[in-house]
């Protein structure tokens, strides 16, 4: 079931409508308090016991990851639970929105794209934060592995995560966003090297049909990356952010400057494939008109003599046709011709 945007006229704003394409799925929460000392981690929490089992943990870092948030009835009543606002709830559920920040009286609410990139296909996933001063609160439209590399690094006793505040959680959450981006960037590298060994050895119609993909795929990455830009920013400048992480934020801040140039020089390659694949081409029929050439050439003297020697002339016939020894010249003289073009065109370096 596809969801259509035209769908959400006329409903009041705030209302949670979720626009993603996929069947409704429960979603599973996973709720991790920390200290320093202590770690928990409780999976598969239901909305009904998730504010009981926050309480017993109030007086730690609290993570709460929802994944997947097809269910708008359960992300609102959450979202209700924590008491967020409503247009904040709606934003969650709009998958297709543009990554962006916004602060409000006691939480911070970001809204990122997490990005994966297989078999040439390039499929972004919303990811909704919310910031508290002890909590932090996750909403995933469908990740490839619900941030276990981060879990591992919090079951890690004495981790700079485990020893710091929410908003270095917050942090983590970004770096770990954006830097997927890198390898996705590595690989469409891959794919570019590949496409231009394509292009200058053997191109063909669907070498074409990949460089539009590709110049697609780059157009896509830059529409998502570049508000990330603004959000990282605006995050940096936050009172809401402790002074001492803005340099995490200033970090994360310089990955999305560097995969936006990487993206611009890899739309800059890709551009110029189209100048390639028809240099590639002109020159390939540059060396078919040769060849052509050089035969014709060398069929030019011999159609000569076969025209001239075909004459129905009496005297020719009786002088020169009729002699043995001027029938075996005249072989001679027709692979003779042939050798001598060949051995001059080398000379002259013609192929």
Do not use: C
């Not at 920390?34 to 981690?41: A, H, Q, T, V």
């Amino acid at each position: 079931m596809i969801f259509k945007l035209s769908e959400k006229v006329g409903l009041a704003p705030g209302t949670p409508v979720y626009t993603g394409n996929r069947k409704v799925r429960e979603p599973k929460i996973r709720v991790i308090s920390y200290d320093d000392k202590e770690l928990s981690i409780a999976d598969d929490v239901t909305t009904e016991d998730l504010m009981e089992t926050v309480e017993s943990v109030k007086k730690q870092i609290t993570w709460l990851h929802v994944e997947p948030i097809s269910d708008q009835e359960k992300i609102a009543q959450i979202g209700t639970q924590f008491e967020l606002h409503s247009l904040v709830i709606e934003d969650i559920l709009s998958v297709s929105h543009r990554p962006k920040v916004e602060e409000f009286d006691d939480y911070i609410f970001v809204l990122m794209k997490a990005a994966t990139y297989k078999r040439s296909t390039l499929r972004f996933s919303q990811v909704s934060l919310v910031l508290q001063e002890k909590y932090l609160f996750s909403f995933a439209d469908g990740t490839d592995d619900r941030f276990e590399i981060l879990v591992k690094r919090l079951q890690k006793s004495g981790s700079r995560i485990r020893r710091s505040d929410s908003e270095y959680l917050l942090f983590a959450l970004l770096d770990f966003i954006i830097d997927g981006y890198f390898k996705i960037l590595e690989d469409i590298g891959d794919e570019i090297e590949d496409l231009e060994n394509e292009i200058l050895n053997n191109p063909t119609k669907e070498s074409i049909e990949h460089v539009h993909n590709l110049k697609r795929t780059l157009m896509e990455l830059k529409k998502n990356v570049w508000p990330m830009r603004e959000v990282i920013n605006t995050l940096m400048r936050s009172e809401e952010i402790d002074p001492k992480y803005q340099i995490f934020y200033r970090d994360v801040y310089d990955h999305v400057i560097n995969i936006m140039d990487i993206i611009e020089g890899y739309r800059d390659t890709a551009a110029s494939f189209l100048d390639i694949y028809l240099s590639t081409l002109s020159n390939r029929m540059n060396e078919i008109m040769k060849t052509l050439s050089i035969i014709s050439t060398i069929f030019i003297p011999l159609g000569f003599m076969t025209g001239y020697f075909g004459m129905n002339f009496t005297a020719m016939s009786d002088a020169v046709l009729k002699t043995n020894d001027n029938y075996m010249y005249a072989n001679l003289t027709m692979i003779a011709i042939p050798i001598a073009l060949l051995i001059y065109f080398k000379i002259r370096k013609w192929f």
